[in-house]
């Protein structure tokens, strides 16, 4: 109820302050009404009131009516009164700098500085006389206060958008780090767990002709499993540096488990990468090689690195079904956004021997090597 009779923005700093100031105004004017007679007192209390109430629930022209209204009904009770009402000009100096014009704000901060020499000029007691000296600050401060609420209020209003902003980019944030944490753990433990599949196949079959092998892919599998728990501690905490040449012995390591013959063959010098460009390249290394065991049916993968037209390129070619058969899954998706993020290019075309040819392309970038420590 109260809220819609007082702005519910402002019952908790403004309204007992409104109130008591209001009262005191009310038995300041009936108790020295003086000239002015009872009625003509009243009915000028009442034009405060309305033009006070007009002014509260007003951001636009009507608020520079009603508060101009208002200084007006206080010098008039000024004149008659005495100057000592102009102190309640401030309950309108307030209001005014809650405008969103700065031009109705400059022509009420002018209506308060006019309202006080009226009333000065009207009674013929100068500004600056010895018994009146205390109003001519009381004057500046009011005519600048409406500028101090202003931006006090135009402040809090950037806040609050830069508050929204924030919480935004907070969701934002926290939507691409589940994705990012996605990714990560379809890359990362993918092949870790792809691994163990193979392992866990390869020792079934081994367990009933070969014990001792049977034990030593069991082995495998245990170091694998104590691999993928690290795995998972370093994603949790921070993605980790992965280096590209123990990726590359890594992927060696896999497809010859999966039956698959992997050529590294380097042309040229390796660029000097930074941590960040060494991990993502070696995180799509991880995917290819894992979509080649998945999907291409292969028997045979080359993996080339060359520096070609300032720009280091990783192509990785395999002898199996085809393109077609490797566009479905996360995989390719990952890969087009890491080389994205690099600022680099991801290409899939086939083969003209069989198979498909994957490309990674990063443009070299002139900076020292990062402590990767």
């Not at 092949?191 to 092998?213: G, P």
Request: charged residues 20%; aromatic residues 8%; neutral net charge.
């Amino acid at each position: 109820m109260l809220d819609k009779l007082y702005p519910k923005d402002q019952i908790k700093n403004y309204l007992l302050i409104d109130f008591v100031l209001i009262v005191f105004l009310f038995y300041r004017v009936l108790r020295l009404d003086g000239a002015l007679g009872l009625w003509s007192s009243l009915m000028l209390l009442l034009l405060f009131l309305v033009s006070f109430y007009f002014a509260l629930w007003r951001r636009d022209g009507g608020l520079l009516a009603a508060v101009l209204s208002g200084l007006f009904v206080l010098a008039v009770l000024a004149v008659y009164i005495g100057p000592v009402i102009l102190w309640f000009g401030f309950i309108f100096a307030d209001l005014l700098g809650r405008s969103r014009s700065k031009g109705h704000i400059a022509i009420g901060s002018a209506g308060i500085a006019l309202s006080f020499m009226f009333v000065f000029i009207i009674r013929k007691e100068p500004l600056l006389q010895i018994s009146n000296a205390v109003y001519l600050p009381v004057m500046i401060i009011q005519t600048v206060y409406p500028i101090v609420i202003y931006i006090k209020e135009k402040t809090k209003s950037l806040q609050g958008e830069l508050d929204a902003a924030n919480e935004q980019i907070a969701k934002f944030i926290q939507q691409e780090e589940r994705q990012r944490i996605a990714r990560d753990l379809h890359d990362i433990l993918g092949q870790t767990l792809m691994m163990i599949k193979l392992k866990s196949e390869l020792a079934t079959k081994w367990v009933d002709k070969d014990t001792a092998q049977a034990k030593r892919e069991l082995g495998d599998i245990l170091a694998t499993s104590r691999t993928a728990i690290k795995q998972v501690r370093e994603l949790v905490s921070e993605m980790k540096f992965i280096s590209l040449p123990g990726e590359l012995e890594h992927s060696v390591e896999l497809l010859r488990t999966a039956g698959i013959a992997l050529y590294i063959e380097y042309h040229g010098k390796t660029p000097l990468l930074s941590s960040v460009e060494e991990t993502m390249l070696s995180l799509c290394v991880r995917e290819a090689t894992t979509n080649i065991i998945k999907h291409s049916g292969a028997k045979q993968c080359t993996i080339t690195l060359e520096v070609k037209e300032q720009s280091y390129v990783i192509h990785i070619t395999d002898d199996g079904k085809g393109v077609a058969q490797q566009e479905g899954g996360n995989g390719i998706p990952s890969m087009v956004e890491r080389m994205q993020i690099l600022g680099g290019s991801f290409a899939i075309c086939p083969s003209p021997a069989g198979g498909t040819v994957l490309s990674l392309k990063l443009p070299i970038h002139q900076h020292e090597k990062e402590d990767d420590s």
